[in-house]
């Protein structure tokens, strides 16, 4: 029997941390609770190897699932973790923020370069350079709290976040933001008081609590990469619920920049470096074959995996491959997940037409298809 559905609705503490996070690249909330409560069971493990912001995590716990989780990015861990396990006190985290603002020097409200001149006020670029100085978000869970909110709004419209107007998803590049503001009016940047701006969202995140797991033990999210950080657990995963990196789209320091910087782990102006775009095939392979041979030392022999994949050959290929490499005795199906609408590289200008995504359901041997699983299809894969 399924669950009774969690309401995400903003009633609720679930729902108002649900969608915690902007991330140009993530699971719709309904979706990963379409998958997990379909193909998992009231205690068991769920695992997401490149859990992004952490809608998988989140979503089994709130479920009554155990839940492990890990990704390379600084941004989508201090989401991920955060969303499962804020700072349980929102006076605290106000009152952090408030330490904070108290300890910008005047040199830290000095712009470095034309972007940071017209991207914040004097006030914000203080308050982030403190940031970035003062917050251990690595071991603080205050700290992270803290730092999970700059971030939330460190770029959006005007108006809604601390910056000029920016996308909140990705940040975009330098030149190509300078060129916008000065032609569109938008030279000047916003004033904004830091303190007032974060204390009224943190009081709004805050009304309705915090989430509360259904399971006795917090869900674990591992900062690194799949291959060497996934953490262990004593309940293997019954579900491997993920969507790996797509080859040649995505690039987490550039798409990140802006907000990695904040976290003072990035420099002050990206320098677009590709590794983790994964334009060469090889390497692709090697880091999805690595990660995913990790994931099954995590998971019992009978899960059931669920991958969400770019349709294209150079994707899609590489993980089928890598799949029937691994789980040769696992059943392989498919089916095609087209863009309903427009994707996310439209806000950027790219408005040609996306091959979209294909859902890969891969199920053990000795294990029957549920009706949520009857419309894929049988897929055929060569090693």
């Known amino acids: 029997m399924r669950p009774k559905r969690v309401d995400l609705t903003f009633n609720t503490a679930e729902g108002r941390w649900a969608r915690f996070g902007p ?36 979503i089994a716990m709130i479920y009554g699932r155990n839940a492990i989780g890990c990704d390379i990015n600084p941004v989508a861990w201090i989401y991920s973790q955060t969303k499962i396990s804020p700072h349980p006190c929102a006076t605290e985290v106000i009152e952090r923020i408030r330490e904070i603002k108290e300890t910008v020097s005047a040199p830290e409200t000095e712009p470095k370069n034309e972007f940071q001149q017209l ?15 003062e917050l251990d978000w690595r071991t603080s869970e205050l700290d992270r709290t803290v730092a999970a909110f700059l971030l939330q709004y460190l770029h959006d419209k005007r108006g809604a976040g601390l910056s000029n107007q920016l996308r909140h998803s990705r940040a975009l ?18 004033e904004i008081e830091p303190l007032s701006f974060l204390s009224s969202r943190v009081a709004w995140r805050y009304a309705k609590g915090v989430p509360k797991p259904r399971v006795p033990k917090t869900p674990t999210i591992a900062l690194g990469k799949a291959a060497e950080s996934l953490p262990r657990t004593d309940k293997p995963a019954n579900l491997v619920f993920t969507s790996p990196p797509y080859s040649n789209v995505t690039n987490y320091r550039s798409d990140n920049w802006l907000r990695l910087w904040a976290l003072g782990v990035g420099p002050d102006l990206p320098d677009w470096e590709s590794e983790q775009k994964f334009t060469n095939a090889d390497e692709y392979r090697r880091m999805l074959h690595e990660s995913i041979a990790a994931t099954k030392k995590c998971a019992v022999d009978n899960a059931i995996w669920y991958i969400r994949s770019d349709v294209r050959p150079r994707t899609k290929d590489t993980v089928t491959s890598v799949m029937a490499q691994l ?54 894969v060569s090693v």
């Open 23 to 58: 991330y140009y690249a993530m699971f719709p909330v309904p979706f990963a609770e379409q998958v997990i409560t379909n193909l998992s069971r009231g205690g068991e493990t769920v695992i997401d190897p490149f859990c992004g912001r952490g809608t998988a995590p989140f």
């Open 119 to 133: 991207a914040f006020c004097q006030q914000v670029l203080g308050f982030i350079n403190a940031s970035r100085r």
């Open 173 to 190: 590049a330098p030149k190509y933001s300078i060129r916008w503001w000065r032609n569109n009016g938008h030279d000047i940047p916003p």
């Open 327 to 380: 789980l040769p005795q696992h059943r392989a199906y498919e089916l095609s997940a087209p863009y309903r609408r427009q994707t996310q590289t439209a806000l950027y200008g790219d408005h040609e037409p996306k091959p979209g995504e294909v859902d890969l359901l891969y199920m053990p041997p000795n294990r029957r298809r549920r009706e949520f699983a009857k419309r894929f299809s049988r897929l055929t």
